[in-house]
């Protein structure tokens, strides 16, 4: 059993039950019943995203383009921080339902000598595997806590964050980092999925406009650098950081890739998908971008 006492969430697609079936299942083998915290279907065809209409800016990459599903995705992560915020808990992990819990590292997992500080620990694969590619990998301890701050950097300086993909299945968050979120969501919006708008909202203003100095950085990162700059939300609002780090023991949870799935990350372009009278037009578009997507994995 694990050496900490603190509640998991465990984000589901209500339809989606031999996932939570397997999900509950292995937290159960470590001792920890979780909460389900029901996920936003953003590819439900009546799924009513002109109420989210002001959480939504501008552009996400160079042009006018909206995922619906990373936006949804991003709605049921702001679900567990409300929870998070308004409970007593000091932390709470945070799941999402495709994951495979490393069961070893979890027991391992002894957060009783960290800073309260902190805002997320991520414990994924994804994150966790940024440091084999520092230019410190071999010095980095086990059982410890790297800023994710110097991670970041570290990559970007070396050129090695390219093709990195974070991904929110695995993280811990603070009461504070809870608090922190929502208000990153209420003043920045959601103009970028929400692993990547953690990640980046973990970078300092320094270091982020260090960043946006190097030379061959993808231009869509430096879309999602420009959309958390200071200039890109209120002028009355200051800039929060994140205090971030990554877990150095094996990931706790890797992720249960299935190439199949990829039809959930469709892409709508300059739609207005918003309007509350698009459902007919968000039907008909949703319809043919499937056909065509099966007609690719035929060929």
């Known amino acids: ?49 002109y109420q989210y209409q002001n959480l939504s800016r501008g552009k996400w990459w160079d042009k006018n383009v909206f995922k619906p599903g990373a936006f949804a995705c991003y709605l049921s992560h702001a679900k567990c921080w409300k929870e998070i915020a308004m409970s007593a808990a000091p932390y709470t992990m945070i799941l ?19 800073l ?22 071999e010095t980095v301890p086990n059982n410890s806590f790297i800023s994710l701050n110097e991670t970041i950097l570290d990559l970007f300086v070396h050129n090695e964050f390219n093709n990195l993909q974070p991904g929110s299945y695995g993280y811990i968050v603070s009461k504070k980092g809870a608090n922190k979120l929502l208000q990153i969501m209420e003043y920045d919006k959601i103009c970028m999925g929400v692993d990547y708008a ?17 030379k061959e950085i993808p231009y869509y990162l430096q879309i999602y650098l420009d959309n958390i700059s200071n200039d890109a939300s209120s002028s ?33 372009t300059d739609f207005n998908i918003f309007n509350k009278n698009n459902d007919k037009v968000f039907s008909k578009l949703n319809f043919i971008i499937k056909k065509l997507f099966r007609k690719k994995l035929n060929k």
């Open 198 to 214: 953690m990640i980046f909202n973990s970078l300092n203003n320094n270091d982020i406009e260090r960043i946006k100095k190097l």
């Open 116 to 137: 309260n500080s902190f805002d997320i620990i991520f414990i994924n694969q994804g994150v966790t595997q940024f440091l084999k590619f520092t230019s410190f990998n």
């Open 1 to 49: 059993m694990m050496k900490n006492d603190f509640p998991v969430y465990l984000i589901n697609l209500e339809h989606d039950l031999e996932r939570k079936e397997d999900s509950i299942k292995q937290l159960h083998e470590l001792e920890i019943t979780p909460i389900v915290i029901p996920a936003c279907n953003g590819h439900q065809k009546d799924f009513p995203f």
């Open 96 to 114: 999402e339902d495709d994951m495979i819990i490393n069961k070893e590292a979890f027991q391992k997992l002894d957060l009783h000598n960290k």
């Open 236 to 268: 009355n609002h200051k800039r929060i950081s994140l205090d971030s780090y990554i877990c150095t023991l094996p990931a706790l949870v890797t992720h249960n890739y299935n190439p199949t799935s990829s039809i959930k990350h469709e892409i709508y």
